[in-house]
């Protein structure tokens, strides 16, 4: 089952949309997805967090107390083992001219039912030709604008599972849809967020728990050639949660104790 709540009120899948609206018009606007397990939003106040800061950067108006009433409403209807929430915050409808001030933004919370039992275990990347652009806002805002990581999937679609994003200096940032670790010794090393990357909410929560299994957390800029060299590599996110990455271009990676690390981490993954 799939459920909807539009500005303040349940809908149908079909919404009636303001034909100025910048989220629709421009990808004027942001956005976060929670799993839900058994009812349960995992690191909710984190996501919605990161939203709210966001939205105070690109001067997009947050009402925490309508957005919480939205997901509550949202999440009363829960009927699956996982699920998919998804909170959309738009600038709205504003007069004409980019640097429009927001009066009344557009919130869309939708709740979808998620079966990751039909995705792969492991991953295989294959390296986009398309940068991130580490001095952009959009490489560390969940924005609505996802053309960079929509037209690197399609890039390699066929090839691998999903794409290997660089920034503009040539240093591994992340994948389209998620962030990006490497294991070497006693390191568990990642791209640092001045590297073009979204600060992921997994991501913030593997490296905080590295130590319970005895790794030291590293932020950095990552050399593509340290990916092939690496004991392990492996991609995070909300929704999918932790997977071993397999193949880069074709060839295959370390997967040193990749699997034990994963159930070792006490992080809910």
Known sequence: MSFAWFNGKFANTTIQLDARDRGFLLGDGLFETVAVRDHRPIWLTEHLARMEASALELGIIFDAEIIGAGVAAVLGKSQASFEALRVTLSRGSTVRGLASECIAPSLLVTLDAFNGSGLPRSVSLK?????????APSSRLKTLSYMDGIAAAREVAGDADDALMLNTA?????????????????????????????PGI??????????????TPIERGVLLEEIFDADAVFTCNSLRSARPVVKLDGKPLGTRLIEDIMKGLECEI
């Open 170 to 198: 040539g240093r591994v940032a992340s994948t389209t849809v998620a962030n990006i670790f490497m294991l070497r010794g006693h390191e568990l090393i990642t791209p640092g967020l001045d590297q073009g990357i979204l």
């Open 127 to 135: 390296v986009s030709a398309i940068r991130r652009n580490e001095h």
């Open 202 to 215: 997994t991501r913030r929560k593997l490296l905080d728990s590295a130590h319970k299994v005895s790794l």
